[in-house]
């Protein structure tokens, strides 16, 4: 496992290819196998594939521009009416679909939504639930853009651990 976790990279770069139907089936069973608050499994996901859409999407933050050119974004969403972890659960499904995407031989890049920064397009969250028809109920955590990356970033690196950050029974 560590070495997927040393192959896990932002990306935001994607080849002109489909994602394969049993490839993305893989990485939404990592979503919703991901752990949840009380095992109430809140969140839902919404596959976004048409272009225009997915334009669209790329409008709702300062950062979520390059959405529109890979093959499929997955929003993450959330009924708030079931659970009250959104920003955890949301958050240890989207590390799930990180991990099993980069698995996979894809790439992604976790663009947040939730408390984003305004863009042209007002508040982002309220922007991708009126675009989406998202019931009021939902709250939408981030969007995660998927697809063969352009170019393999490299690994994680051991230099990177860095032992002064770990503290033992105290600070």
């Known amino acids: 496992m560590l070495e997927v976790i040393r192959q896990r990279r932002s990306v935001r770069t994607f080849l002109k290819r489909d994602v394969e139907k049993e490839r993305l089936n893989d990485v939404l069973k990592a979503a919703m196998f ?3 608050a009380r095992g109430l499994r809140p969140w839902d996901f919404i596959i976004v594939t048409d272009d ?3 334009t ?19 929003v ?4 708030a009416s079931k659970g009250k972890r959104f920003k955890e659960d949301c958050s240890i ?3 799930n679909i990180y991990l099993e995407a980069t698995n996979q031989g894809l790439g992604t890049c976790f663009i947040q939504i939730a ?9 982002p969250e309220d922007f991708v639930k009126r675009l989406l028809a998202i019931p009021g109920n939902y709250r939408v955590q981030c969007l995660m853009p998927i697809g063969y990356p352009l170019k393999q970033p490299g690994p994680h690196k051991d230099e990177e651990f860095e032992e002064g950050k770990v503290h033992y029974g105290r600070f």
Not at 68 to 74: S, T
Not at 76 to 79: K, L, Q, S
């Open 115 to 123: 408390d984003g920064t305004e863009a042209n397009e007002g508040n």
């Open 34 to 36: 991901s752990p949840t």
């Open 52 to 54: 225009k859409t997915k």
């Open 76 to 79: 993450i969403c959330y009924d």
């Open 93 to 95: 499904c989207a590390e």
């Open 56 to 74: 669209q999407l790329s409008r709702a933050t300062p950062y979520a521009s390059f959405a529109k050119d890979a093959p499929l974004v997955i």
